[in-house]
């Protein structure tokens, strides 16, 4: 048995979105200090790892910390995208149907919405960190992460990153067009830490797939080497926290 309550319905949506972008299929993990979910797209080209820490949720009770769950990520997104700005989230496991009870409540009005969201079944892939040795570094706020999507989306389909010393080149070449946006320290970014040179280039699809925490999070720390997987680390307001790893493209 577990219950956990959640007072950012709205914000959860972004999360949900991108997972169930990847894949419909994820796992959910219960922890002793907090929630995990986490998938890999078919593809093997994109993971994504949730992670709501217990201080970050206004309720959070687990009987048998460790226990691990498949569920349908793109049916608990259906049903978390109905959030409104005052609901909260509440999720509690209901043996008797094999499903776990999603309520939606509103704050102002006490009002509440529940929905069943069967399992798959009562157990799931054990999660394995990835600890990839990153050559470049930089920080930016999550909203200049969508508009730099945004600009690469009309005009290729590969997104290149050029890290140097002061500065991340970031290149979009299409037929008869071309994008270049140089991010800097103070424009826009936060902070950049490059160890040597690194160029990578990323489908453009999957950075659009893995920007839609951005709506939630306040910013984004992005992690990059030579032909190497890309890692976006967003972190938001309430202490939760969502990674995102992306396959290099290599021609």
Known sequence: MFRVVYGRASKFKYITQALSKIND???????????????????KTSMAVVFLPSHSLDEYTVETPGVR?????????RIVRRAGRNDILTLELDPGT??????????????????ALPLINMSGEEFRELKLQSTARFTMEASDLKLLVSDAKI???????????????????????EY????????PLLELHVDER???????????????????????RVE?????????????????????????VVE
């Open 155 to 177: 005009v290729g389909d590969t997104v290149t990153l050029e890290a140097e010393e002061d500065v991340v080149k970031v290149r979009v070449q299409g037929e008869d067009k």
């Open 224 to 248: 990059f080497s030579t032909n190497y997987p890309l890692q976006l680390s967003f972190n938001l307001p309430g202490g939760e926290k969502m990674v995102v790893y992306i396959a290099p």
């Open 69 to 77: 769950m498949t569920v349908r990520v793109d049916e608990l997104h």
């Open 180 to 187: 270049l946006w140089e991010l800097r320290v103070g424009d």
């Open 25 to 43: 299929e994820g796992y959910m993990e219960l922890l002793e200090d907090g929630l995990r979910m986490w998938l890999m797209s078919p593809d």
């Open 98 to 115: 094999q499903s776990i009870q999603v309520t939606l409540t509103d704050r102002k009005i006490g009002v509440s919405r529940t929905f």
């Open 198 to 220: 690194a160029v990578a280039s990323y489908s453009r699809g999957s950075l659009e797939i893995a920007a839609k925490p951005a709506g939630a999070a306040d910013t984004v």
